[in-house]
């Protein structure tokens, strides 16, 4: 605490107003806002890391962070090159297309980043943040900021194919992965964590997939991304929204109903596509809906009251209204939806609500085998299946998300390796030394002057 508590103030309130500042810069339309932003939510993290109680080892876990502002700045900067670029030659055409495609690589490389889409940045969610006692919600900031940048950013990068194929197949990936991390999970809160991530995931896919507007995509976000982030912050201060059966079946319902019309009009839309493609995204789709309706209806149980007396309260609390401000949010985006021309067949739309209620639907059969009384006889037997069916699961889930991870690093330090290996002559061509340096240039300058000779 020796960093704002004596200049500064209070660090987490000046961490939370950088990350803030940074929000707005993100959604604010001007060239350079974004990659501003990007650099105050690293301050932020940073400033956060320095003040906690182990700064050595929370100021290199998030230097990461720097990476997707350094991104952001390079695509800024190609923006405004190609806007000072003037001319109809057909070679200023190709330049301008080649800048288009590296800005629009870097803005979703920085969006994927803090999506937690990459393969080397997929395990920030498991990491402990900075003032971990009160501070368990702050990786879900970094995937909220993640899906504002493509969304912002959404004209830059949806124009150009391949970038936006590869984007939609990293996240519907993400989505998967981030649903076997929360269903493998004990934790409520650690569960809660991936399923933001999934959240903005899903809704990345279907900024990528172009099936809805990017206004829709939003407002699906907004409710889906709202409940959890909400939950997850309520969790910190007391579990207020688990108090009550009434208000547990409440916001159970409610993370329920917003997941399962964020990945409807991904899985409605598979009918129109080629097959393979129709089975990638039905897999890659429809698995994490299911996950997170598991996770969103078995894990959101009850908690027991602390108190003797319960608090009298008003009848409208945040707590009690917020759910249907968020699920208020999904008859527009789907109406709207449907008024832009999203009109899936019957079959589609009801095979788009199979996950959901598949996911949902076992886990109402295992609450409701909990929440039971205990069988007795024989039956006591056969019950204890229930629980070992869930433990296989969950541990199968741990094993398939660390073997894809640990698949996907060996992917790229493997790749990495090479690229080592084919510049090893280009750096022993200098060590570092200036007046080696110097001999480099004598003898490039020779070659230059021999090689037209030779023709």
Excluded: K
Excluded at 23 to 44: Q, T
Excluded at 175 to 185: I, K
Excluded at 359 to 378: H, M, N, Q, S
């Amino acid at each position: 605490m020796s960093l704002a508590s004596s200049r500064l103030g209070n660090p987490r309130t000046v961490g939370g107003a950088l990350c803030a500042a940074g929000f707005v810069a993100i959604v604010v339309p001007a060239r350079f806002a974004p990659a501003l932003g990007a650099e105050l939510i690293a301050a932020g993290f940073w400033w956060w890391a320095r003040a906690s109680a182990e700064p050595a080892r929370q100021v290199p876990r998030w230097s990461w962070l720097r990476r997707p502002a350094a991104a952001l700045w390079l695509a800024a900067a190609l923006q405004a090159a190609m806007a000072l670029a003037g001319g109809e030659s057909a070679r200023t055409a190709a330049t301008l297309a080649l800048g288009t495609a590296i800005a629009a690589v870097a803005v979703v490389w920085a969006a994927l980043e803090l999506l937690a889409a990459l393969p080397l940045a997929r395990p920030f969610s498991d990491l402990p943040a900075p003032f971990a006692d009160r501070g368990f919600w702050l990786p879900a900031l970094l995937p909220s900021a993640g899906f504002l940048l493509l969304w912002r950013q959404a004209p830059l990068w949806l124009d150009v194919g391949y970038v936006r194929v590869g984007a939609l197949f990293l996240l519907l990936l993400t989505a998967t992965l981030a649903g076997l991390r929360a269903f493998g999970r004990r934790q409520w809160t650690a569960g809660l964590r991936w399923l933001v991530v999934l959240d903005g995931a899903l809704a990345g896919a279907l900024l990528a997939s172009q099936i809805v507007s990017p206004g829709v995509a939003a407002l699906l976000w907004i409710g889906a991304g709202g409940t959890h982030t909400y939950l997850l912050a309520a969790e910190l201060e007391g579990a207020t929204p688990r108090r009550g059966p009434v208000l547990a079946a409440l916001w159970r319902a409610t993370a329920w109903t917003s997941t399962t019309a964020l990945g409807w009009p991904l899985l409605a839309a598979v009918g129109s596509l080629p097959l393979a493609r129709a089975i990638t995204v039905s897999v890659l789709g429809g698995l994490p809906v299911a996950l997170a309706s598991w996770v969103n209806v078995a894990r959101m149980v009850e908690a027991p009251e602390r108190r003797s007396m319960a608090r009298p309260t008003s009848g409208l609390t945040l707590t009690r209204v917020a759910p249907a401000l968020l699920i208020s949010g999904l008859p527009v985006a789907i109406v709207s939806a449907w008024w832009a021309g999203f009109v899936p067949p019957w079959g589609a739309m009801l095979w788009a609500t199979v996950p959901a209620l598949v996911g949902g639907g076992a886990a109402l059969l295992t609450f409701r085998d909990r929440a039971g009384t205990e069988p007795r006889g024989p039956e006591a037997l056969e019950s204890d299946a229930v629980p070992r069916a869930g433990q296989a699961a969950r541990f199968a889930a741990r094993w398939l998300f660390r073997l894809i991870v640990g698949l996907e690093r060996a992917l790229v330090w493997g790749a990495a390796g090479v690229l080592r290996f084919l510049g090893a002559p280009l750096r022993d061509l200098h060590t570092g030394d200036a007046q080696e340096y110097v001999l480099f240039l004598a003898g490039v300058a020779v070659l230059a002057a021999v090689l037209p000779l030779l023709r």
